[in-house]
């Protein structure tokens, strides 16, 4: 089956300064890779996705490319701001089953 | 649009006893939904794929008999946790998935469940 990997496990960046978070995948087959931010006890946010016929998508200061070849996906967060501390999830939706496989987590704390 | 509500938001009980927990999408007819568990600074397992009308295909490792789901209409699925005990602690949420858009799931809010 599908098996995410997720790194860092924590990151901790300067107010202003980049994020990326990276994550690869085992299963070809997977065609759809969303981006979750979840905060303390809460549910987790769709903060943006990417389908396996597009490379790369931006949504302001958040944005996410992918490599099929290579198996791999990555957040880039610029600009950033203590709001945008929180634990981020990848996660590779299977073509078959529609399950979502999600990575370990990445603890972002962004410093003022 | 794309609410899915969970029911209860958290709940304590005593070891040996039975939970249910209840999700349901308000807006929206769910084709599939799926049921996580999240312990502490850990990631969303998948614990079951429940379809509308047939049985839960659960993941490996799961116990059907423990963790008992039922999807009995487009709109509800439940995740009964049968004789708790302290280490089925966990904050469970369940997403739903609609045929309508095949690509994302929406989830609920969670239900943190403590045993005691």
């Known amino acids: 089956g599908e098996n995410v990997e997720q790194h860092p496990s924590t990151l901790s960046v300067q107010e202003g300064d980049s994020a990326v978070i990276k994550c690869t995948y085992s299963d070809s087959a997977s065609n759809y890779f969303p981006w979750y931010k979840q905060e303390l006890g809460k549910r987790p946010q769709l903060i943006i996705d990417?389908?396996?016929?597009?490379g790369e998508k931006k949504d302001q200061r958040i944005a996410v490319t992918l490599n099929k070849t290579a198996k791999h996906f990555s957040l880039h967060i610029t600009e950033t701001q203590p709001e945008d501390s929180a634990v981020y999830f990848c996660?590779?939706?299977?073509?078959?089953?529609?399950?979502?496989?999600f990575g370990t987590g990445t603890r972002l704390k962004v410093l003022a | 649009g794309a609410v899915v509500s969970q029911h209860p938001s958290w709940v304590i009980c005593k070891s040996g006893t039975s939970v249910k927990i209840e999700c349901r999408s308000l807006d929206f007819q769910a084709t599939t939904m799926f049921w996580y568990r999240q312990f502490p600074k850990q990631s969303l397992m998948l614990m079951a794929t429940s379809n509308e009308g047939s049985k839960a295909t659960y993941e490996q490792g799961v116990e059907k008999d423990k963790f008992l789901i039922n999807h009995a209409s487009l709109t509800l699925s439940t995740l009964t946790v049968t004789s708790a005990h302290p280490e089925d602690s966990s904050f469970y949420i369940c997403s739903a998935w609609t045929s309508g858009d095949p690509y994302e799931q929406y989830f609920g809010p969670g239900t943190r469940l403590t045993v005691t």
């Open positions: 990417i389908r396996s016929n597009v």
């Open positions: 996660a590779a939706r299977d073509s078959g089953t529609y399950k979502y496989i």
